[in-house]
């Protein structure tokens, strides 16, 4: 659990570093268009979003408020992976030490039947 915190921290940082780079040094109207101008930018994009949909099915399956659930996917979908390092310290802090917890969340047991 202590190795899988740091990590999430240690990927907390390595985005909140690129995005304070990104909006300091960038032009996101300019950078981004570029960006989709390249079949590779467009890829990337793609993988992004399939990435931000799966991450976003976790936590759906996680939090058994609506509205937490709606602004947790909403926020993954617009900041990314910033987010996702976001919610899974939340998911690790929570959990106690209980990678069960940290995985299912804490109102949802393993036994519980819900797919």
């Known amino acids: 659990m202590k190795a899988a915190?740091?990590?999430?921290w240690i990927c907390l940082l390595a985005m909140t570093a690129g995005l304070v780079n990104?909006?300091?040094?960038?032009?996101f109207l300019v950078d981004g268009g570029t960006l989709l101008e390249n079949p590779w930018g467009i890829m990337?994009?793609?993988?992004?979003?399939?990435?931000?949909?799966?991450?976003s099915i976790w936590i759906v399956y996680r939090e058994k408020t609506m509205w937490k659930t709606i602004i947790?996917?909403?926020?993954?979908?617009?900041?990314?992976?910033?987010?996702?390092s976001i919610y899974v310290l939340k998911a690790l802090y929570e959990s106690k030490g209980d990678w069960s917890v940290a995985f299912h969340g804490v109102q949802r047991?393993?036994?519980?039947?819900?797919?």
């Open 22 to 27: 990104a909006f300091v040094n960038g032009d």
């Open 5 to 8: 915190k740091i990590v999430a």
């Open 109 to 115: 047991s393993v036994s519980d039947g819900e797919n």
């Open 72 to 84: 947790w996917v909403v926020t993954m979908m617009i900041f990314g992976f910033f987010i996702g």
């Open 44 to 55: 990337s994009m793609i993988d992004l979003y399939v990435g931000f949909t799966l991450f």
